[in-house]
């Protein structure tokens, strides 16, 4: 069964940097693309960034390559979200997901985490 755990949200500064994290187990975790994705009241969820199996290939969805930065660590089945010169508009509930199989890299609709929240407010 798959379990994503999120952590490292909160209450950030606008212009300051968070470091979210999900740890991944029930499931081949090195085998699967891996995402981040967010959520925001009366939005649709949009996905932020996504990474290949080994780590080595990633995308960002919307621009957002330069203040955004993910990755993994497959000996740890942990997954990374880096955000830098945070803005109001980024407050949201960020989750992790998984591809749909091992074998593709689309979005699982359903495999998800249950979030953590960051707000960024002075």
């Known amino acids: 069964q798959v379990q994503l755990v999120e952590s490292g949200g909160g209450l950030v500064q606008p212009g300051g940097s968070v470091r979210l994290s999900c740890e991944a187990s029930?499931?081949?975790?090195?085998?699967?693309?891996m995402y981040w994705v967010r959520q925001q009241p009366g939005k649709e969820e949009e996905w932020i960034a996504r990474i290949s199996p080994g780590g080595g290939v990633t995308a960002y969805s919307n621009g957002r390559k330069g203040r955004f930065g993910i990755s993994r660590d497959n000996y740890r089945n942990m997954l990374y979200l880096e955000i830098d010169r945070m803005r109001p508009d980024d407050t949201a509930l960020y989750l992790c997901?998984?591809?749909?199989?091992?074998?593709?890299?689309?979005?699982?609709?359903?495999?998800r985490g249950q979030g953590t929240q960051v707000t960024v407010s002075s």
């Open positions: 997901a998984t591809s749909t199989s091992s074998t593709g890299s689309n979005l699982s609709p359903s495999n």
């Open positions: 029930g499931f081949d975790f090195s085998s699967y693309w």
